[in-house]
């Protein structure tokens, strides 16, 4: 299975990303810089944290518009996972692929640290390796992490089982203790927490190595039967 | 050339961390009579003359400038002055 980490100026856990699929799970991965990209051949595309743009306007604005977003958009359209973590989360929300919008955590504070979520959907194909309400930990790493959306909308992300991951203990004020969600079509994740820094067992945690074991499960699944 | 102003609120009902920040600093500096603080943002465009000004600084401020989820905009157009 074939991974693009699409890298902005101002990534800054691309390479995390990259590490995770490549180098724990010895799947293959690229770097892609988000000018004069050809995603054609990817399978899944991860959006990495950081702060492209330097967070002009707002978090994920600026990214938004580029050019390579018209491609994700059609990678999207054909069904293709897409990832979308901290910074990239706020991307999907700005790019309209998720609803929403992100706030400044309600304390002000820039948090960094690890969390326990819930898994309250494990039906996706992000998180089928999981147990349903399994808590796992994932670090935190952000200064707009509170996730806003109007009643209306929260009730239709209910409806739909669109709320994927929930705080056990919220930390930045998210409506409903949200952390991740997924669009109705299941194929585009947006989360907060990082479980590209929660592979490894020897830096802290491996809870977020699921994620990533879930999307090649579900890929060779398909790709497999098709043969 | 036109220049254009664009002031953005989060919307009422919408949590102002910031606000309440500066509110609870005014509070300590001796202004109690401060109620409320929203904290926006002010940007100013110089737009070349266009028939459609008004219609394409909404459209600026629908797909940019401002996220309609969680702001409200408003902007002012007036003519350039030539410095």
Known sequence: MKFAVIVFPGSNCDRDMYHAVKEVLNEEADLVWYENSNLENYDAILLPGGFSYGDYLRSGAVAATSDVMKQIKEHVAKGKPVLGVCNGFQILLEAGLLPGAMLRNKDLAFMCHQEALRVVNNRTLFTQSYVENEVVRFPIAHGEGNYFCDEETLNDLKRHNQIVFTYENNPNGSTADIAGIINKQGNVLGLMPHPERAVEAIIGSDDGLNVFQSIVRNWRESHVANV | ?83
């Open chain 2, 1 to 83: 050339m036109k220049k254009v102003t664009v002031f953005i609120t989060l919307k009422e009902g919408v949590l102002d961390p910031q606000g309440k920040a500066i509110q609870a600093s005014l509070h300590s500096l001796g202004f109690q009579e401060v109620a409320e603080a929203r904290v926006g943002k002010y940007i100013e465009l110089q737009v070349e003359d266009h028939e459609n000004v008004d219609e394409r600084v909404k459209e600026m401020c629908d797909k940019l400038l401002a996220n309609p989820v969680i702001e409200d905009y408003r902007f002012e157009v007036e003519e350039a002055v030539r410095t």
